[in-house]
């Protein structure tokens, strides 16, 4: 939608604001509505931008934004899509991270490591079936190095 001001020798228009961006936005359709765009939707926050009418181009659909202003709504949008891809991408890699984690996890508890034998010092008796440490009282009755 176009307001002519002969008067001025201007016409306007308005181009959406950024939509908020809310929880998983980066997972819609098209997330260029995340940066300005014409026209705008309904119940949008607007931002006016006046165009002298000598700059103004007309096509069979109407007047044609100046070149000035379609590189404008271009950046704002094409922002919006690399950081919605930016986040994509993070998303993807943070599944990716987790669902790995949670692979090594379960390969850990399907096959737990032995635990390793501890250091003794020199001289110390061990049992000879699990080769932990006897308790001194096994060591000094005797025992035959079972625990």
């Known amino acids: 939608m176009w307001f002519y001001v ?5 016409a ?3 181009f959406g604001r950024a939509h908020q961006k809310v929880h998983r936005w980066w997972e819609v359709k098209d997330p260029a509505v995340f940066g300005l765009h014409h026209p705008p939707c309904p119940l ?12 103004l181009d007309l096509d069979r659909r109407g ?3 100046p070149p000035s202003l379609q590189q404008k709504l271009s950046d704002s949008q094409r922002e919006a899509r690399e950081e919605a891809a930016v986040r994509r991408e993070g998303a ?4 990716r ?11 850990a508890d399907r096959h737990p490591k032995p635990l390793p ?21 096994l060591a000094a009755a005797g025992r035959h190095l079972l625990c």
């Open 6 to 10: 002969p008067s001025k020798g201007s």
């Open 12 to 14: 306007w228009t308005a």
């Open 44 to 55: 949008d926050d607007l931002e006016r931008q006046a165009v002298p009418i000598g700059e």
């Open 63 to 65: 007047a044609v934004l």
């Open 92 to 95: 993807v890699r943070y599944a």
């Open 97 to 107: 991270q987790l669902r790995e984690a949670q692979q090594r996890r379960d390969e």
């Open 117 to 137: 034998a501890p250091r003794l010092p020199p001289g110390a008796l061990r049992c000879t079936v699990c080769k932990r440490a006897l308790a001194p009282e």
